[in-house]
């Protein structure tokens, strides 16, 4: 499982670069329309996984074995809903993304494989106390992203702009 995990920590910056190099071909005000999606805009779904992301990375901190991993979380926002919004401009949600993608670069490499089984405790957006294992809880953590930029990508290509190649297959090596 670990070695999936460095697969998945290294396509969610490489999709991310390429989202946000799509996304900034766009004027903010495109950026912004309320497109009917379920965060509004394509602004309003990359903020949503920027929330996300933080809001797992913040309870992620707190895993044994994370502690020198998660000590400059401190440095980073941590939102207390799924829709607080981090950033006024795409810009500045950009910048943010960036500092969040070199987190979970690094997070994969600070594990080891007893870790994903441990027991994570934490609230949820709605204050009830979990307790869950940190493999799945991770897996569900490049699964949500991976949902979201394919919400994202669709908004960016109905708005003209083609992400392009989006699969995770681009990144697994060919050695046949």
Do not use: C
């Not at 697969?7 to 989202?19: D, F, I, Q, V």
């Not at 929330?51 to 990375?57: N, T």
């Not at 799924?82 to 500092?99: K, N, Q």
């Not at 992400?163 to 697994?172: F, P, R, S």
């Amino acid at each position: 499982m670990l070695a999936a995990f460095h697969l998945m920590a290294r396509y969610n910056g490489w999709m991310n670069e390429r989202l946000y190099a799509a996304a900034a071909q766009l004027p903010e005000a495109a950026l912004q329309q309320d497109r009917g999606a379920f965060f509004g805009s394509i602004f309003g779904t990359l903020g949503h996984i920027v929330a996300a992301d933080l809001i797992w990375l913040h309870r992620f901190a707190r895993h044994p074995a994370l502690a020198d991993w998660g000590a400059p979380m401190a440095g980073l926002p941590s939102p207390s809903s799924l829709t607080e919004g981090l950033a006024d401009t795409f810009p500045a949600l950009a910048t943010l993304r960036a500092r969040i993608d070199g987190r979970i670069a690094e997070l994969p490499a600070a594990l080891a494989e007893d870790d994903l089984a441990v027991l994570l405790e934490y609230g949820n957006t709605a204050r009830v106390a979990q307790a869950k294992r940190f493999g799945p809880l991770l897996l569900h953590f490049f699964n949500h992203q991976t949902h979201h930029r394919g919400q994202a990508t669709t908004l960016l290509f109905q708005a003209g702009v083609d992400v392009g190649v989006t699969d995770l297959n681009a990144l697994i090596p060919n050695e046949g």
